[in-house]
């Protein structure tokens, strides 16, 4: 059957079709709210098969991961139209858009009952394993996976490991609605159990459900609840002494039997370090921003959570806001704190104190070769810990650690990455080798991002110091086979199948040029711009020499993930795209305005209303909203752009405006403006000069 495949986006005509194709099919489907639909149509993750008479066939609704997985949410088609081909063409599609090396294949749920394996069979699926699902009936789930010809350069291995679920603790009502059959009330508790969700959420219980249960007149309710409870995870019982002052969110000091267990949820919630609590009471969710402010839980309904899911976990997973005022400090281990290592930072599990001082103490001693670094609070709490042992032209990091239970471990992760990146380059290191064999998920998850490479039982980062063509790496490559026998390996049996299977579209080398960041690879077609900045906010997100008047060391600077806010006027900005930072000419303390000092990547561009923007960046810290409200001239309505960049580079060599009006006369034939305010799209080999001279060691650009 003919059929036309489209993106839509949440003002698309069919989104609403959509929406009613899915809930006449929720039976198989599970339910999916209304919001859901709408946030990942947004997210131009709903494809569509339409009709040559402009009629909804049926859809694909997708979801992704940072971890190289792409999972089908739903696959349904009208039953008018089963059988004619619409879903193997809505697959075709959804292979082409996302096999463009940076995932690794695709996999999806399906119910054995339904009796369809052959469907998936014939669409190139493997089963991976049988598992029960979480609804009542224990209705048996089959996982299936499809895999890339060609994987990711970031393949974790195997996908069964790949996944890593986020604990959510859910309170007494939503409990008791998963036990009722569904009405209209309960709708939005069910929906957690979709089959969908399985990969992403682990669904929490803590200990005072009990007592809940207990409450319970009925002796049949009680006894089905009792056995209701072993479906779920029981987190482990921890007291953090804050049940006083959660009670002063309440402005009636006699609060009842239920409202005493909410809180008793919450203490136990926030002291093991979970993010997420889901609840339907509204009292308590009028209390979310305060209690979040304070103890960094976040409180949601159930509609709320999975309609966000996505931005709620990448949330989870980076919030420097976080770190606000904590005055954290990244420093060289003293004897003060030496004595403390083994006790925080020795793994949970399987590590023995005398083996984990069996190789950090050569390493203290051996001041030539080594050096230990500690994170810090004021309170001179120990939060990271990571020794860097330099080898030629190869960074070795044998132990790298967080505190335990930390809220906020995510983020420390990634700064500690981000570290051993900017060491790395410092030190013009060709290789980061990972050989803590102890190291957590969250620094899994971090590696990942920054193109970090598993070799198990180790993690590798190629950082080439380069700008050329793929041909011109070669000689760089070679180099580093020779003193990284497993390098050599990934080297010749991957990334060169890598790059001969992906020779066309040329913005397939991207994936490329993020594993041998900082590496420029100029066969790549994105677009370039030379966007604008004001220097209070380029100084706040990535530069802060411009208010250093003694000059400071200049480092290369790595923020994880970053976003720029900006009128939506002009949307000449598109993603995946690089970008060089122009610091605008001010008025004031500002040295060294007035000249591109930087580059990154931009990942995605957002246009909303303000409201929407700095909900969804909030926990990035930086933007209060008073400055966002004013990006959109104190206008509610008035829609912005919000772009997420990373992968900033300082240069060590700032272009001048000087400098950038010769460049601009010799080779683009007319003259540069000092005062630009708006985004200006560049040659790429414009930006290869720029960037080059940027990053050299002359005193040419003065």
Sequence with gaps: MKCKIEIIDENSIYLESVIELGDSNSGRLGHFPRGAFHQCAKNKQILVAVSEDANLLGYLLYNSNRRGVVYIVHLCIDSKYRGKGVAECLFTELKKITDNGFYDGIRVHCRRDYGINNFWEKLGFSPRYNKPGRSKKGTILTVWWYSYETPSLFSSGDPDKLSTKQRVVIDANVFFDLQNEITKNNFESHELLADWLQESIEICLTSEIYNEINRKEDDGARKKAEEAVSRYTLIEEKNQDIADELRNFYTNPDLSDNDNSDLKHLEHTIASGIYFFLTRDEALQSKKDKIEQRFGVKILSPAHFITYLNELLSEREYQPIRLEGKAISFENVTDKYVTQLSQIFLAPQDEKKSDFNEIIKPLLVDVYHSEVKILKNHDNELLGLIVFCSI?????????????????????????????????????????????????EDFSSAFKKYGFIPIVPEWYKINIYHVGNVVSLQPHLDKIKTYSPNLSIFIEEQLEKFLNYHKSPKNYLLPVEYALYPAKITDIEIPTFIVPIEPVWAMSLFDYRLQDLIGAKLNTLFSTENVYYRSSRQKIITAPSRVLWYVIKSDGKFQGTQSIRACSYIEKIHIDVPKNLFRKFKHLGIYKWQDVFGVAKNNKQQMIMAFEFTKTELFSNPLSVNMLKEIWLEDLKKSFNPSVQQPISIPNDIFYKLYQIGQMNSDKNK
């Design 392 to 440: 030629q032209q190869e960074l070795e990091i044998p132990i790298l650690r967080i505190k335990r239970n930390l809220d906020f471990s995510p983020t420390i992760a990634q700064f500690l990455v981000g570290q051993i990146l900017q060491y790395a380059t410092d030190k013009k290191k060709n290789v980061i080798k990972i050989s803590d064999k102890h190291i957590v």
